[in-house]
């Protein structure tokens, strides 16, 4: 399975392994990550592709949000989470 962006995935290290999010944006090696709760849209979490751990599982939505205004709110991610994976 390959990230992209408005893909689900879950962190494998780090202080926030375990933790499920939402990639915003690639940059290289690396990804940019939101939650929506701890992690904002506005301060993504960088994080190094190997350290993440890809699912099948991809918004739709915030791919087409991204795609046209340029960015999404944290409520919206939050909401596609909870849609997605089931969390709060």
């Not at 390959?2 to 990804?31: C, H, M, P, T």
């Not at 918004?59 to 596609?80: D, P, Q, W």
Request: charged share 30%.
């Amino acid at each position: 399975m390959e990230v992209s962006v408005g893909s689900v995935v879950r962190s494998i290290a780090g202080r926030d392994k375990g933790d499920d999010f939402i990639v915003l944006a690639l940059d290289g090696a690396y990804a940019y990550l939101a939650n929506g709760e701890l992690r904002k849209v506005d301060t993504p979490k960088k994080k190094k592709l190997k350290h993440l751990q890809p699912s099948q599982k991809r918004s739709e939505f915030i791919i087409n949000r991204l795609n046209t205004v340029g960015k999404v709110t944290n409520s919206e991610v939050r909401k596609a989470l909870a849609e997605l994976v089931g969390t709060n």
